[in-house]
Each structure stands twice: as C-alpha cells, then as structure tokens.
C-alpha cells in the first residue's frame, strides 16, 4: 500500500486550521467519532466540504480504519470462493492489509452487496473493496462514488460503467481452446453449455467456442448451444435434454466445472459413459475436477491469481486516491485429463461428418 | 477504536423513535438486513447520521470494542478452511458481526498467531478471536489474557490451558464408529494411520479404534498402528509401508480424508484395488470425500457447526467480558461411501482369522 508521495490533496492540519479546530478533533470528525460537539463537526464537516479533503492513509498512522479492506463474496465454502479467498488474503498480507469477509447477500439481479452492507462499510471506515462476482446496481455503484471508497471488482458477471476496474479471465480465448481439443479429437457434434447469456463470462467462452467451430470448418447446430443458470440442477437438465436429441453431441463443452459435473450425473442417468460416448470439457480447474471421475478436463482459469490481482489494482487505486479504468484478462489454460477421447466408432483426428450409432 | 465508555450517544431506542420505527425495523437497517421497505429505510438511515449513531452491542452490559471479529486461520484456499469460514461467517453476520480473516503464520511448534500479527489485533480494537487448527504458545495466551481479548479455539490441535474455550469433534466416538465398521464387515487386519500422536484429534481417533478392536475381540498388532503429519506425502509412505508387510492390513482407518486420498494412491500405486482388496475409511467428510473414487467412506466432523459454535461461544464471553471453561465437543456420524467392503475371500461378517492371498 503506497501511502507515501500522494499529489497532495489537503491535509487534515489544513482542514483544522480551517475549521479553526485541532488536529485530533478534525480527526475524530473524519473518523465518525461522536464525542464532538455538534457545531464543531459542523465547523469540521464544511471545511473538509470545502476543501475537498479525501481520506489518505499515511504511513505512521493509525493502522485501524486504513489497514482494512473489504472482501464480498456471493457464498463462503465453496472452492471457487476458497480460490479467491486464498489469492486475495495473501496479496494482502504482502501489501500490509488485512481483509474482512463478508458473503451471501444477494439482489434481484443476481449477487451484490445491500445497501446495508455498503453502510457498514463506509462507517467502518474501510479502506477499499473488492466484490467477487457481484453484480452491482447503478446506485450502489454511485455510492461508492460519492463515498470515495476505491474498488475492484473479481471477476464481474456483467460489464461494469467505465472507469470501474475489473479482474477477469479470458474467457473467450479459454472458450476457442475447448472446443478446438475436441474438434481435433475427432468430435464434430459438440454441445456448448453456458451460463447466463447476459453474463460476461458465458457470452465470451460461447463466442470462443463459435469462433472454434468456424475455424474448424463444422457448422453451427442450434440445438447444441444452450444456456441456462449457474445451478447444477439446471445443467443437469439441459444434459438431459441434449442426450435426448436425435442426433445427440458426442461431446459437451460446459462453462464451469461444477456444471460439467452435473453432466456427469446426467450421462450415468442414461448409460452413456464418459468419455467412450460422450466427452466432457469444463471449465475454472477447482480441485473436484481433478478428484471426478473420470478426471475431467477444464480450462484453467486461475482464480487466486485474478484475485490477488485485483487487490493489487485495489492498492494502486487505494494510493492514487482516484479510479483508473481498467480491465485485467489473465490468460486461461486447457487441462487435459480423462474425460475427453475421440468420439464413438473413430479413433484419432478424421475429419466429419460423423453418424455412427449411440446408444441413447 | 475505543468507543467504549464513552459518554453514551444515542441508543437505537432514540434512532427508532425519531425515526417513526420500532426499535427491531431500526436494528434490521443497523445490521444491514434486506427485508425493511425502502423509505422505512431511508428514514431510518437519516436518523442514524442525524444523531449519530454508533453501534454498540451491549449484549450483558459489556460493550464491543468493535464488530469486528478475528478468525486466524493456518490456511485459505483448502475446503478445510472454506467449511470453518462459512459456519463462521453466517453465525457472525447473525450477531451482527464481521469477521477478519488471515491465515498462514506458522510457530515452530506448528501452526500459531504470529506476535506481530496479536499486536495488529489488538491495536485495531478487535472484539474477539477465533483461532481454527492453531497450537498457541503459552506467552501467546499470556498476552491474549492481559489485552482481554476473549478468544475461543477452534478444533484446538493440543489442549488448552485450564480456562480456555475450545470447540471441536467428538472423535474418540467417531475413531470408534469407524473400527466398529470395519469389524463389521468382517475385517480383523485393520491399521490406523493417523496424524501426530501429541495432537488431540489423532490420539482420540486412536483411543476409539483402540477401543472398537478391544470390544470385538480382536488384538492390537504394533505394525499397524502408524502417525505420521497430516501431509498427504507422509500418509502415501506410510500406507505403502502397510502394504509391504509381511501380512498386510485389508482396511486402513485414516484420520483425514485428504490423507485417506494419499492412501488411494499408494494402493493404486501397488496394484492394490479399493475395496476388493483394501477397505479406506476417511475422517472430515469434506467434498472431495464425495468426488473420489470410488467415494470415500468417512467420519463426518461438522467443522462449519463447529465453526459457528465458537462464533457463539465467542459472543458469550464477549458479553460477559470474561473466561469460561468450556469445551464443547459435537457429535461425528459414519458416513458409508464406496470405499469400504469385505475383506477379500470374504462376504459379510464372518469372524477371523483371514489369511486369503492379496495381491501385494
């Protein structure tokens, strides 16, 4: 946390001297401290008003309200969140900060954190914020604003205004590689099942995977791209549904590992076996991907490393006392293990089409 | 942060009635919860900043130095850590708390608090702790007592001095539900491989396996009763060591489940197969118990129960502004998986003894 060399705004000395108070008095007013008599605040609050003081966080101060930084989750418990905890809490430590957790509200959109939680926040005095997969309104982004509370988002699910730093994964490049291992396995009939089509990462891994098929000459099937919610039981659904099609995929390129695993469930449902008669490629690379079985291959998208990241952009903004509008893609991987091989009744890289028979 | 004793500001009975709101819709909005209408809210708010307001728990007449509470975790990123937090985090934000995570410091004893990280704690007016899996020296208690920081321990891996609360897992119980399984199925050459031999969990679970062969009639044998850390690395050696016996074990009791899964790969690495020939029973029942394959049989700990049962255990003893000597054990529950099955040559639960060839 760079707390030195700030281009100087004005001091809390500057604004006592305004206020024609003392420099701890000022400073319990800045600190929402209430042992102040209201025309004193009053005195205080016009000069940091009119002077357009920003809370600044020097080096020797007091480690408190400065040091802290906030971290929101949509849920605690899960691998994904244990990913990002992990990433954010070392970078932390590293910068000298120290996180609090919080997790599990949620708005009519989707994950965000409520108003009340915003409240807290700012009374404590926090430092900064990251918010992992939130999906913020236009009036909590304002508020943040007009709180003058730096943050970062991880991961975003949507597009946020300019000017909001974001940490993402490039998605569409992961996407393109998925799909593109199974076309050179031989597949041609290739499910993709995404996310929320209005979310960031499902749209940019379907236009990855589009991307792929076009490269590889296979022409696009309607049926085969679906989108659905995040939930397991919905992509079990949807795999359900796919393996009930006349003509269904030998293969299934499906936008989170926990997902892919519900596919799973689907195919045993059916008999169809991973990956003699249908492969599976998933995505993030959580550690149940490597415990399944068979063991599945994914597309590594490396979730502590976003979120150190984004703590990182998180100081460089808590220093600069100001916003930089930024969007960080850090590069994704293809992991290949056991739940993808050439599709039924071929063997290696033969070119389309393919009809032999499936059991359904 | 010392708010305490201060000259009382206004109580939320003063915010609720300037407010127009019963005293709980203030509280609501205080703790940030999403169910008040939003002009209730909106009104509610404005009398907050208007008197200003801060919170301050008063729950037995002691006050919160703050709302913040420390959880010191040994690491992040491990579904270990991501039960503990979530069972924290929704008891803490249920008392209208927030949680400070960090993790990671170790002592050359095993995993503790850094004193630089106590100082911090204290000098941000933490509320309370919450130390999860830490072995803290006896100047480390010394000095958590004279800044009055109450603290409970989570899961403590060596007992505590008299007067400290700690929360864990009845594990004598569970090392002995496992065994009785075991017998059950018929096994007689059952080894124990467990974590160190001075920490509390182990020599529990071993006291209960102990005990489960004694109630069977069945007799200790030296060579199969093994501790070692709780790295997977050492688990592997150890298991391979077992399996290169002279008579080698047809089950192996393991005190944790990502232990269990190092045993996996030693009898894979062997050409043993589980269960045909060598029952695993787990301990922890974490997630990836359930991905394994086959899946794991295993003890189940409730660690987010048990997390939360410190959380409150540590409002208890904030309220009271004092000590308690307390150690709550929660009950732990077989959970039969895939991995466990008659000893070879074997079906069901005839008695011993077994010297049917396996295959080494």
């Known amino acids: 946390m760079a707390r030195t060399g700030g281009p100087a705004g004005p001091t809390l000395a500057t604004v006592a001297r305004e206020a024609r108070v003392s420099v701890p008095t000022a400073s319990k007013v800045v600190n929402g401290r209430e042992d102040v008599a209201p025309e004193t605040r009053r005195r205080v609050t016009e000069a ?39 990433g954010v809490e070392a970078a932390a430590a590293e910068a000298g900060l120290e996180i609090v957790v919080s997790a599990g509200l949620t708005t009519p959109r989707g994950y965000g954190p409520g108003r009340g939680r915003l409240h807290r926040l700012a009374a404590r005095g926090s430092a900064g ?31 946020p205004p300019p000017g909001v730093a974001g940490v993402g994964a490039d998605d569409r490049a992961g996407g393109r590689a998925a799909t593109a291992h199974l076309l050179a396995l031989g597949h041609r009939r290739i499910a993709f099942l995404g996310g929320p089509r209005h979310q960031l990462a499902p749209a940019a891994r379907a236009a990855g995977h589009r991307a792929a098929l076009t490269a590889g000459g296979v022409p696009r099937h309607p049926a085969y791209e679906r989108h ?35 596919v799973y469930e689907a195919a045993a449902e059916r008999g169809v076996r991973v990956p003699e008669e249908l492969s599976v490629v998933g995505c993030d690379d959580l550690p149940e991907s490597r415990w399944a ?8 998208r490396p979730l502590s490393d976003m979120a150190g990241t984004a703590l990182r952009l998180l100081v460089a ?11 960080t893609d850090l590069p994704t991987r293809l992991v290949v293990r056991a739940s993808t091989a050439p599709p ?17």
Do not use: K
């Not at 600044?56 to 802290?68: E, K």
């Not at 990251?130 to 975003?156: K, N």
């Not at 079985?293 to 590594?300: E, F, S």
């Open 48 to 86: 940091l008003d009119r002077l357009g003081y920003v809370r600044r966080p020097r080096a020797g101060g007091a480690a408190y309200p400065s040091s802290l930084v906030d971290l929101v989750l949509p849920a605690l418990g899960s691998s994904w969140s244990g990913a990002v905890l992990h």
């Open 129 to 159: 914020a990251l918010f992992s997969r939130a999906e913020l309104t236009p009036s909590q982004y304002a508020w943040l604003e007009q709180h003058r509370i730096p943050f970062v988002l991880i991961d975003p699910l949507v597009a």
């Open 228 to 262: 659905t919610t995040l939930a397991p039981a919905d992509a079990r659904r949807e795999a359900l549904a796919l393996l009930a099609l006349p003509e269904p995929p030998t293969a299934v390129h499906v936008c989170s590992d926990a997902m892919a695993l519900a």
């Open 293 to 300: 079985a068979p063991a599945l291959t994914t597309v590594r």
């Open 317 to 327: 903004l808590m220093a600069a006392d100001g916003t930089a509008a930024l969007r």
């Open 344 to 360: 039924p009744g071929r063997a290696g890289t033969a070119p389309p089409p393919d009809r032999a028979g499936r059991l359904p």
